[in-house]
Nanobody
Framework: QVQLVESGGRLVQTGESLRLTCSTS????????LAWYRQVPGKQRDLVAR???????NIADSVKGRFTISRDNAKKSAYLQMTDLKPDDTGVYYC??????????WGQGTQVTVSS
């Protein structure tokens, strides 16, 4: 059974940093691309960053230069390092396998709230 567990979100002040973790099980992690998404109430889930199985990355323009994505295949985990956080970064962050199309059922997500 596939499990996607996001963690690391919390309330922070503008300008602070956070590192989110996506812990996975139940699928061949190393062979899969991984992506982070953000959702705010009433809006669709938007792609924030993605990393290929070979380590290539793609970052959304809205967070480019502030967010980085990485992975640890041995730990079957992916990470989203977020710096210089802004109120617009507020939302629930989810991870999933797949470059363009999420492959599995969504996890619970982790709430990031950035206060001004």
């Amino acid at each position: 059974q596939v499990q996607l567990v996001e963690s690391g979100g919390r309330l922070v002040q503008t300008g602070e940093s956070l590192r989110l973790t996506c812990s996975t099980s139940g699928f061949h992690f190393a062979a899969n691309d991984l992506a982070w998404y953000r959702q705010v109430p009433g809006k669709q889930r938007d792609l924030v960053a993605r990393i290929s199985s070979r380590g290539g990355t793609n970052i959304a323009d809205s967070v480019k230069g502030r967010f980085t994505i990485s992975r640890d295949n041995a730990k079957k985990s992916a990470y989203l390092q977020m710096t210089d956080l802004k109120p617009d970064d507020t939302g629930v962050y989810y991870c999933n396998a797949g470059w363009s199309i999420p492959q599995y059922a969504w996890g619970q997500g982790t709430q990031v709230t950035v206060s001004s």
